[in-house]
T-cell receptor
Framework: QQQVKQSPKSLIVQKGGISIINCAYE??????FPWYQQFPGKGPALLIA?????SEKKEGRFTISFNKSAKQFSLHIMDSQPGDSATYFCAASKAAGNKLTFGGGTRVLVKP | DAGVIQSPRHEVTEMGQEVTLRCKPI?????LFWYRQTMMRGLELLIY????????DSGMPEDRFSAKMPNASFSTLKIQPSEPRDSAVYFC?????????????FGPGTRLTVL
């Protein structure tokens, strides 16, 4: 059972453009929603995270938008740069433990 | 500070052989996770420990897989006997006692190829 669905699977954007990745979850007990970034040959690393008490969180060029009623959240990468080319994973977890349920991943390619 | 350390980084073995993957979590972290990553199935949680005790092993594919954490600084994931479908990148991750941020720190992974 895939509890976190992520789309699209891949994305090509021009340098300076906006990358948007969407995720939807099913379990209403989830209350922590991180995004991880993974470069080829490396392990995933935390990029940005949000809790459902806010609808948006911004860190530099990265923004998470959260819609609790729709059970959806998204990652926006503003002014995309070639160095942002990576695979991005959304995830979700419950407060009671650290177990993360990951989405399927989105491979982002930023063309110069 | 050293991050999560995994060894070996690459492992090539033949079907039927025993494979042991090793992980050293970040000092002070009390959660340890084992993941498997493939193109087909993405990133899957296999098992995780809290204070060296297995909490959830529901992701372990079958009895051929076993994991141990004998102390706070070491964990192993063993596959016996290995099969070609076990070929994947295996990640270990650890997490600190800070329950506010829930961040997991991943190691560089072990790329396993079973011929």
């Amino acid at each position: 059972q895939q509890q976190v669905k992520q789309s699209p699977k891949s994305l090509i954007v021009q340098k300076g453009g906006i990358s948007i990745i969407n995720c939807a979850y099913e379990n209403t007990a989830f209350d922590y929603f991180p995004w991880y970034q993974q470069f080829p040959g490396k392990g995933p690393a935390l990029l940005i995270a949000i809790r459902p008490d806010v609808s948006e969180k911004k860190e530099g060029r990265f923004t998470i938008s959260f819609n609790k009623s729709a059970k959806q959240f998204s990652l926006h990468i503003m002014d995309s740069q070639p160095g942002d080319s990576a695979t991005y994973f959304c995830a979700a977890s419950k407060a009671a433990g650290n177990k993360l349920t990951f989405g399927g991943g989105t491979r982002v390619l930023v063309k110069p | 500070d050293a991050g999560v350390i995994q060894s070996p980084r690459h492992e090539v073995t033949e079907m039927g052989q025993e494979v042991t993957l090793r992980c050293k979590p970040i000092s002070g972290h009390d959660y340890l996770f084992w993941y498997r990553q493939t193109m087909m199935r993405g990133l899957e949680l296999l098992i995780y420990f809290n204070n060296n005790v297995p909490i959830d092993d529901s992701g372990m594919p079958e009895d051929r897989f076993s994991a141990k954490m004998p102390n706070a600084s070491f964990s192993t994931l063993k596959i016996q006997p290995s099969e070609p479908r076990d070929s994947a990148v295996y990640f270990c991750a650890s997490s600190p006692p800070d329950r506010v941020h829930n961040e997991q720190f991943f190691g560089p992974g072990t790329r396993l190829t079973v011929l």
